[in-house]
T-cell receptor, first 112, second 110 residues
Framework: GAGVSQSPSNKVTEKGKDVELRCDPI?????LYWYRQRLGQGLEFLIY????????KSGLPSDRFSAERTGESVSTLTIQRTQQEDSAVYLC??????????FGPGTRLTVL | KNEVEQSPQNLTAQEGEFITINCSYS?????LHWLQQHPGGGIVSLFM???GKKKHGRLIATINIQEKHSSLHITASHPRDSAVYIC????????????FGTGTSLTVIP
């Protein structure tokens, strides 16, 4: 596949459960970004990876959120003890060195 | 206070009209993006600008670094242009921090 892929596309979970969201960036893209978009709101930056290090975690909303990246490949965003306010579309984007980003289709998370 | 302000928030146009969406920002930037979000939620990066002007088909994006302002123009608008257009800037002093505008919802009526 030529684009950024994310899985699952939809996730429904119960409050208090942990969820793991996956992002597969475009091959060769060294930078990877996670964003969140709550219903009716704008995009929020969560975290940025350069390779497998995360120089900017400033957007993570709480310590329930964490993210990892394996080399310059797949990244997972984990939300522990989910809350209803975590319901959102979680978007991943990747880029080569440089600021032009390519976005994935997103994962729609619903916390009941 | 939002670092990025967009106007208008909502815009309805007749097919064929010339459309302008404005973005003002208050932080130092290394780049500015215009993004298009379709009704289904998918996001496409339209332009990345650090100076001057770029054109792609019927879309034109300009940036004035001194005035901290960018515009996105759509010529000969078409119903398929209906989407939310988002301005996003990359802070120059904040690592790779992105600041997003709240978007402009465009509806083009046939």
């Amino acid at each position: 596949g030529a684009g950024v892929s994310q899985s699952p596309s939809n996730k429904v979970t119960e409050k208090g459960k942990d969820v793991e969201l996956r992002c597969d960036p475009i091959s060769g893209h060294t930078a990877l970004y996670w964003y969140r978009q709550r219903l009716g709101q704008g995009l929020e930056f969560l975290i940025y990876f350069q390779g497998n290090s995360a120089p900017d975690k400033s957007g993570l909303p709480s310590d329930r959120f964490s993210a990892e990246r394996t080399g310059e490949s797949v990244s997972t965003l984990t939300i522990q003890r989910t809350q209803q306010e975590d319901s959102a579309v979680y978007l991943c984007a990747s880029s080569r060195p440089g600021p032009k980003q390519f976005f994935g289709p997103g994962t729609r998370l619903t916390v009941l | 206070k939002n670092e990025v302000e967009q106007s208008p928030q909502n815009l309805t146009a007749q097919e064929g009209e010339f459309i302008t969406i404005n973005c003002s920002y208050s932080v130092g930037i290394s780049a500015l993006h215009w993004l298009q979000q379709h009704p289904g939620g998918g996001i496409v990066s339209l332009f990345m600008l650090s100076s001057g002007k770029k054109k792609h088909g019927r879309l034109i994006a300009t940036i004035n670094i001194q005035e901290k302002h960018s515009s996105l123009h759509i010529t000969a608008s078409h119903p398929r242009d209906s989407a939310v257009y988002i301005c996003a800037v990359v802070g120059s002093n904040t690592g790779n921090q992105f600041y997003f505008g709240t978007g402009t919802s465009l509806t083009v009526i046939p």
